[in-house]
């Protein structure tokens, strides 16, 4: 069932905009997205950048562009995308879902109103999305772009940006946005105070430019609040542009205006931009970081800024990156998901609050296909399964307030959307328990034995009785994993035991006289295993 958001939804936004998460109002409208739909009055379209005259130009920001050949993509390039407050994700059925925040109507819904709200829409035939600070940016499958969200007044009805048909991928920053072209070329428009846009200048650029340098790009990324880009090209290289704060462009300034090759990177597939570093994928599967290291978002065991890229040790056969604001999500070809850095919200989903210098596994995912870690600590991590279910950890204060539980922070993964693909639905789902066959109590805790053989705990967890990690006390049942096939339950007062179909026998829970038997007196917040 969908839920309100906490009514200090406001006040963090206006903490957010005092800490300069929100972009002010003044510098979007001086890089409004001016598009043909738009509703933004004293407005002019964007065109693409041409070198003829005023007279020429004007004659040709009137036409129509008839260069494309309309080529239609069939694939869906990208289906979640975290952004700063709010989020999005394509279902397979091709359904837009967007949820968080809607100060800005970047959940592109005019019928909701700027009420944080969960927003459905339906025949759009999208190809690719992007979403981060308060923008949303949209490719059809037509090759068209469509854009909704911050443009310095509430803008939820989605604009179509003029002059672009021939569009394979999007991407957006916090008021800049990039479109890469059928022909491998990428264009930008937008805030550009660091040299984001790529362009040359350090200006805000209303006109829909070329970025430098670049030819068949493969993929872009901005960081979001921290603008910094990457592009990978099709030949493997990595290329960076914009805010250089942390180091992530070597031998550079700290602003960036024309793209510059990063080297000691080659046969990379993807990159991903986070505030000050940078993640790489190369064809191998392993992963490499570099940039800024003060919470351990290289994933190198330490704490110091690296300007040269370094392997990630531990991982291999990775097919997809993405970093957030100060973590990093990796997802192996076994469909697990792996994380490290940053971990204040629990966006790392190690069922703890504790910073992580070197990859952890995400516990609870499988079959995972597709991740996306938020683009600010507002927005935890998001995770798409093979059966087209979204999950999601981390900040439940703001952008997944309406989708999930009650606490502040998430440290486990949840399910947030059913992945049945006949869902049409307008409220979130948070997944049914099988058929139950029996209940056991404690003293303010339940468990439930499924006929699966799985087990579920809710109420109280201040010792670890529910066996689920340190988060808390559980109003809605949580499944407890890592221990296989349930036979038979024990519960104690707080403390509990079981015997799985394997034979083995697990305990967790209340330790303070050694009740447990695994040689300690320290309460068990996870099964564990006795020998």
Known sequence: MQKCFKKFTSLVLAMMLLCGVLPFAAAVEDTTDITSDTTISDSTEITEETTTTSEDTATAESETDTTSDNTETTEVKRHLSGGGLHSLAVRYDGTLLAWGGNTYGELGDPDIGKSDH??????????????????????????????????????PKMQQVSKISDAV???????????????????????????????????NYRQLSQIKVLENVREISNSGATPTCLAVLEDGTVWGWGANVGGQIP??????????QISGLEDIISVSAGDDFGVALKSDGTVWTWGKNTVGELGDGTTTNCSVPTQVAGLSNVIDISAGSGHVLALKSDGRVWSWGLNSTGQLG??????????VQVKGLEDIVEISAGKSTYVGSLAMKKDGSIWGWGNNTTAFRTLLAEEPFLTRPIPIFDGDPDYTGGTSVLADMPEISQLFTGENHTFALCVDGSLWAWGKNDEGQLGVGDVGDQKTPVQITGIGTVETVVAGHNHTFIICEDGTVWTWGKNDQGQLGVGNTDNQFIPVQIQ
């Open 118 to 155: 969960l927003s459905e829409l339906t025949g759009l035939d999208v190809a690719s999305i992007s979403a981060s600070g308060h923008c949303s940016i949209m490719a059809k499958k037509d090759g068209t772009v469509w854009i909704w969200g911050a443009n310095g007044v509430y803008s």
């Open 169 to 203: 991928d999007v991407c957006c920053g916090s008021g800049s946005y990039y479109v890469i072209k059928s022909d491998g070329t990428a264009w930008s428009w937008g805030i550009n105070s660091n040299g984001e846009l790529g362009n040359g200048l350090v200006t």
């Open 251 to 260: 031998g550079e300034g700290h602003n960036v205006s024309t793209p510059v």
């Open 350 to 359: 190690d069922y703890t609050l504790t910073n992580r210098y070197t990859p």
